[in-house]
């Protein structure tokens, strides 16, 4: 696991590498196995301070050019 040093805090489920556990958390998708991805189903709706890293989907870049819109969608974000 690689963390960036400007993180106040980093760890994976239980583990803490550094820090405590208070602060936004990054969810990083494609790192998370079946089951964890199940406990941060559960887990997210009493999170305040989250957000959710994932690969875009493949052309969705090019459709919301062709459809007008400047703005991103992001996994896990609807965008109005």
Not at 14 to 34: A, N, Q, Y
Not at 56 to 72: D, L, P, R, T
Request: with cysteine.
């Amino acid at each position: 696991m690689s963390v960036p040093p400007f993180f106040p805090s980093a760890g994976r489920g239980d583990l803490l590498f550094w820090g405590g556990k208070e602060g936004p958390t990054v969810v990083i998708l494609e790192s998370l196995s079946g089951q964890d991805k199940k406990s941060l189903v559960e887990e997210s709706s009493t999170m305040h301070d989250w957000v959710v890293w994932c690969k875009s989907k493949k052309g969705a870049e090019e459709k919301n050019k062709k459809n007008g819109s400047k703005k991103k969608a992001h996994c896990g974000q609807s965008v109005r």
